[in-house]
C-alpha cells in the first residue's frame, strides 16, 4: 500500500495526558499537512511541512499541540494535557509541493481520538 | 466570512438523476480548486481537481470554475446510492487548503 498512513487509528484518553499521533506519508511527497475535523465540519488545518520545515501553523493552534517531521519523512502530532474538546479526527494529508499552487493532496485514513 | 462556504444540505436526488454541489471562495488568489468526497467515519477522498475556468469531465463527475464569479461546482451524473457522502469542497491559494463544511448528499433508490 502506496498511500498515507497513520497511526493509532483510534485513541481513547483521560483528560490531562498526552497523545502522540503519527503519520506516514505518500513516499515521494515533499509536504505534510495536519488537520483536525470534528463532526459536521470540514477539516481544519492544523499546520505543515515541507520537508523537514514546519512552514505554517495555524493561529488555532495551542501551544499544548505540536508537530514534528525530523527527517522529512514521517511526522507525529502530539498533543499535551489533552481536553474533551481535543475530541476529533485528526488527518493527515501528504502532496508533491513541485508546483506553486497545482499541488493535490491525499489524505490517510484518519486518527478518531476520544478524551473522557 | 469564511474562506470556503458551502451548503450543508441535505441534498437528496432519485436515482439516475443528476446531482449539483456549489461552493463559493473568498480568496481571488486561489489558484486550484478540489472535490473531496467523505463517507461517515472515513477520510477524505480526493475526486477532482481544477486550475482552470471552465468544465472538467471524469467519468460521471464534471467540475464546473468559474473564477470570476468566485465559485465552484461539482455535478454528479446518472447519481448511484454509492454515491451518498458529505462532498467537501477544498480551495488552495497558494500557502494552504481550505475546507468548506461540506454538503451532504443522499441518493435515493
Known amino acids: 500500500d502506496t498511500g498515507v498512513s497513520q497511526d493509532p487509528r483510534h485513541k481513547i484518553t483521560k483528560r490531562g495526558q498526552n497523545v502522540t499521533f503519527r503519520c506516514d506519508p505518500i513516499?515521494?511527497?515533499?509536504?505534510l499537512y495536519w488537520y483536525r475535523q470534528t463532526l459536521g465540519q470540514g477539516p481544519e488545518f492544523l499546520t505543515y511541512f515541507q520537508n523537514e520545515a514546519q512552514l505554517e501553523k495555524s493561529r488555532l493552534l495551542s501551544d499544548r499541540f505540536s508537530a514534528e517531521r525530523p527527517k522529512g519523512s514521517f511526522s507525529t502530532l502530539e498533543i499535551q494535557r489533552t481536553e474533551q474538546g481535543d475530541s476529533a479526527m485528526y488527518l493527515c494529508?501528504?502532496?508533491?509541493?513541485?508546483?506553486?499552487?497545482?499541488?493535490?493532496?491525499?489524505f490517510g485514513p484518519g486518527t478518531r481520538l476520544l478524551v473522557l | 466570512q469564511k474562506e470556503v462556504e458551502q451548503n450543508s444540505g441535505p441534498l437528496s436526488v432519485p436515482e439516475g438523476a443528476i446531482a449539483s454541489l456549489n461552493c463559493t471562495y473568498s480568496?481571488?488568489?486561489?489558484?486550484?480548486f478540489f472535490w473531496y468526497r467523505q463517507y461517515s467515519g472515513k477520510s477524505p477522498e480526493l475526486i477532482m481537481f481544477i486550475y482552470s475556468n471552465g468544465d472538467k469531465e471524469d467519468g460521471r463527475f464534471t467540475a464546473q470554475l468559474n473564477k470570476a464569479s468566485q465559485y465552484v461546482s461539482l455535478l454528479i451524473r446518472d447519481s448511484q446510492p454509492s454515491d451518498s457522502a458529505t462532498y467537501l469542497c477544498a480551495v488552495n491559494p497558494g500557502n494552504q487548503f481550505y475546507f468548506g463544511t461540506g454538503t451532504s448528499l443522499t441518493v435515493i433508490p
Open positions: 480568496d481571488r488568489g486561489s489558484q486550484s
Open positions: 513516499s515521494e511527497h515533499n509536504r
Open positions: 494529508a501528504s502532496s508533491h509541493g513541485e508546483w506553486a499552487g497545482q499541488e493535490t493532496q491525499y
